[in-house]
Nanobody
Framework: QVQLVESGGGSVQAGGSLRLSCAAS?????MAWFRQAPGREREFVAS????????FYAASVKGRYTISGDKANNTVYLQMNSLKPEDTAAYYC????????????????WGQGTQVTVSS
C-alpha cells in the first residue's frame, strides 16, 4: 500500500473554486478522486494515469473539474471550479494499478478524506 494524504478542502460559496492535493508516499500508477456525501455511496470523480497522463471524469464534473498529476513529486491535484451545493462531500484520494477504474474496488490505497462544503 501507499500512504495518501489529502489537503485543500474547505467551505466555499456556490460558483467558487477549490484545489485539492493528494501527496503519495511513493511512486504511483493510477490516481483518482472519489467523493461521498452523507447517506450516499462513494462515487468516482476523476482519475489520471501518473505515467502517461490519460484522464477520466465523471459526467457530473466534466468541464468544471480538472485532475492533474506531478509524477516527480507523487502528487495529484483536483482543481474544482464552478462549484455547486451538490458537490458537497468528503473527497478521497485513491491509488491503484488499473487505468480508468471507476469502482471503489479498483483501488488499493485510500486517503483519509478532506471535506468540501459548498453553500448557496
Amino acid at each position: 500500500q501507499v500512504q495518501l494524504v489529502e489537503s485543500g478542502g474547505g467551505s466555499v460559496q456556490a460558483g467558487g473554486s477549490l484545489r485539492l492535493s493528494c501527496a503519495a508516499s511513493r511512486r504511483t500508477f493510477t490516481m483518482a478522486w472519489f467523493r461521498q456525501a452523507p447517506g450516499r455511496e462513494r462515487e468516482f470523480v476523476a482519475s489520471i494515469s501518473m505515467n502517461i497522463g490519460t484522464t477520466f471524469y465523471a459526467a457530473s464534473v466534466k468541464g468544471r473539474y480538472t485532475i492533474s498529476g506531478d509524477k516527480a513529486n507523487n502528487t495529484v491535484y483536483l482543481q474544482m471550479n464552478s462549484l455547486k451545493p451538490e458537490d458537497t462531500a468528503a473527497y478521497y484520494c485513491a491509488e491503484g494499478s488499473s487505468l480508468g477504474g471507476r469502482k471503489v474496488d479498483d483501488y488499493d490505497s485510500w486517503g483519509q478524506g478532506t471535506q468540501v462544503t459548498v453553500s448557496s
